[in-house]
Each structure stands twice: as C-alpha cells, then as structure tokens.
C-alpha cells in the first residue's frame, strides 16, 4: 500500500482546483465582445458593382442591404424590374442632407425574386435575390 503525505494530498487537491477553474473559465457560454454582432442585429450591407451582374443569386436576411455601384453611370437611365416587390425593393442613389446615398436593394420579406436591369443600349443583366427570416 502506497502511503500520501499530507503535503502531496494537497498539492494534487491544489493541481486539480486549478485545473477545473481553469476549464470552468475557457467554457463560458456567454459571447466575448469578438463575437458579438457590432450594432446589434444589423446586418453588413453587400456591395455589388453594376458590370459584376451576371444572373448570380445572393443570399440576404431581412433589413439587409445590397448598395449597387453604377461606375459612372447615371442612376436615372437605369430601369430596375422586380418580379416580387413585397420581397425586395429598389431605391435610386439621392442626396439627402449633404450625403450621398448609393442605389440599392432592400430585402422586405422572406421568398425570391429577380432584379432585372436595364441601361439603355445594353443586354438586360438579372440578380436573383433570396431572402431568408432572421
């Protein structure tokens, strides 16, 4: 029979408290400030320039932004077609208190639908936006 000292009961006592608290600590569930979402729920808007439309789909979650850079042409000899406005909409770039606001998407609502654009002289380019619930 292998006999302890006092000493290394506590020692090994000692060793293994420092190790559960140590797990304890790296094991919380709450998030660290990493991984919180900055602002809250809002989402990172998703930039998309006019000559990269070539009938690709994105992916957006309710409130979620897609901000259309035109390259230089006016936002006004653009036509944008929605097949379903109840689940995105379009509004034009504008001016409002001294600042400039892009043209883009807004998803409304959960379902599909296709974005075609129109630029006068030029082929129609088709963006399929999916928007899922949060």
Do not use: H, W
């Not at 808007?45 to 390259?71: A, F, H, R, S, W």
């Not at 770039?93 to 998407?105: I, P, R, V, Y």
């Amino acid at each position: 029979m292998t006999k302890l000292s006092f000493r290394t009961a506590a020692a090994v006592l000692a060793i293994a408290a420092t190790a559960t608290f140590g797990l304890a600590a790296c094991s919380s569930s709450s998030p660290t400030p990493a991984e919180s979402a900055i602002g809250g729920d809002i989402v990172a808007p998703i930039e998309l320039n006019y000559q990269d439309i070539d009938g690709q789909t994105i992916g957006l979650v309710v409130g979620q932004v897609i901000n259309i850079n035109y390259g230089g042409i006016n936002d006004g000899e653009i036509t944008v077609d929605i097949s379903d406005p109840k689940v995105v909409k379009y509004e034009a770039a504008k001016m409002e208190n001294d600042t400039q606001f892009s043209a883009g998407l807004i998803a409304l609502s959960g379902g599909e639908s296709t974005v075609t654009f129109l630029f006068a002289g030029e082929d129609p380019k088709e963006l399929t936006v999916q928007v899922l619930l949060k």
